[in-house]
């Protein structure tokens, strides 16, 4: 099935700091679906600006300041129609071959390893929601199967469904090259890499990446009430999903999806230079002060009340009394990032609970329950 569309190109989109935005070119096309059961794009809308003069009091503070900052058009709108998610449209027996746009290294010089923002064309074939995942699988033979190719790697996805060109076609990746070092020299050692992520940084413009997917329906953002408040805890690179949440809260002109609530992110990670997505953060906290909150939790340049390394949890913590309160008052909460934040935040919490004389796992089973605990973590 084809659909004639229409596309934005020609758009300098901001990865980090950069914010500066070319009027769009226009362009005709056809799009061939591979008769995958997803509506196509069919539409575009050019850059919008709107009053900056309007004030009012918080209470409506979503419509006002909505409307005093400039947001960026997407399209296709159609990308807004459907009821579910899109799930599993390209399996590991049959991936879809996308093309590399960009790679670019995200993190400072001082920063512990690297981390690259890895933009995906997917030509529109490949629709996903925020919060979900697709699958990379690298080239090369699966050293545990031979003959066989190597397993699906899963990477959250770091763009809303309109990507960074807000044209429907693209995805984004965070990823941090993992590399291992010998624990008795202390070198790396090359053998041990990890194959899809070094492969995925190493790539080049152009290149061609399979991919499979999208999948995940844990941590959609629930959108059934734009006032909800979303609390957003994350360590490194799992922080991609947030900002796919944030771009589409704060950055993107939906017309039916206007956010009023709260959002609150908490980011983990080594220093400064390890800071990542900042610019953009940052941005939000100044254009949405009412509405977006954002705290690091820099371990190697932070100490925590007790004298010891600054980690997420010492964040939740200081902000325990009004985290809790939120909760109780149907907040979101979302953890991603490795499997090993979840410990010390499991732990954390159930002492909050504690001193304030609640019963953790009740509460827990509660959120639970309620749907307001969405958890990511590899």
Known sequence: MAHLAVSQVAVTVPIGGESSLRRSVFQRHNINFHDKSWAAPTLTLDLKTKDVRLKNRYVVCMSVQQASIPKVAVSPLELEDANDPPLNLYKPKEPYTATIVSVDRIVGPKAPGET???????????????????????????????GSPHNVRLYSIASTRYGDYFDGKTTTLCVRRAIYYDPVTGKEDPSKIGVCSNYLCDSKPGDKVKITGPSGKIMLLPEDNPNATHIMIATGTGVAPYRGYLRRMFMEDVPSFRFG???????????????????????????????FRYDRALSREQKNKNGGKMYVQDKIEEYSDEIFKLLDGGAHIYFCGLKGMMPGIQETLKRVADQRGENWEEKLARLKKNKQWHVEVY
């Open 116 to 146: 690259c923002h890895i933009v995906i064309d997917h030509g529109g074939n490949v629709p996903y929601w925020e919060g979900q995942s697709y699958g990379v699988i690298p080239p090369g033979e699966n050293p545990k199967k031979p």
């Open 261 to 291: 609530g709260l959002a609150w992110l908490f980011l983990g990670v080594a220093n400064t230079d390890s800071l990542l997505y900042d610019d953009e953060f940052t941005k939000y906290l100044k254009d949405y002060p009412d509405q």
